[in-house]
């Protein structure tokens, strides 16, 4: 065998014993408007195991009031109790797929209670996610006051 076909043949057995890039299921938009409703669900029950879950370890939470939380700021704000979600309809108008990331944008009315005080908010909002570790995982949350706080 000559040096080509030797190598021929060495590229050949490197590709055929490589792991397939298809084996590894890619996120759809389904599952990424899944994930997004699943945040919601998890911070109604305060289902702090499945906000860990769902959301990445490099997050920026901005909420309507333009101040921004790492992860472990907003999660220790639901454990802490001074932010308790009550009641939520979110609804996901769009998903806008770019590869390994996502972005949702919705609207949503939730009642909340922050620091002792309870509080019904209208907002439009936007997630960015990012598909790791084979599931989407929030990078990115913005949210918009449509109305006044009742």
């Known amino acids: 065998m000559d040096t080509a076909t030797r190598l021929l043949c060495l590229i050949l057995a490197t590709l055929l014993a490589a792991p397939l890039a298809a084996a590894t299921p890619r996120g759809d938009e389904a599952s990424a408007r899944a994930s997004v409703l699943a945040r919601f669900d998890a911070a109604q029950r305060n289902d702090l195991a499945a906000l860990d879950r769902l959301l990445a370890d490099d997050l920026d939470y901005c909420t309507f009031r333009g101040d921004c939380q790492t992860k472990a700021q907003y999660l220790d704000l639901v454990r802490s109790g001074r932010l308790k979600y009550i009641s939520g309809n979110p609804t996901v108008t ?30 439009s909002w936007s997630a960015v996610l990012a598909w790791r570790d084979n599931r989407w995982q929030m990078t990115t949350w913005t949210a918009t006051l449509l109305d006044a706080p009742k």
């Open 94 to 123: 769009k998903i806008k797929m770019f590869a390994d990331n996502a972005v949702a944008i919705g609207v949503a009315t939730v009642t909340v209670i922050r620091d002792g005080a309870e509080q019904t908010i209208h907002i």
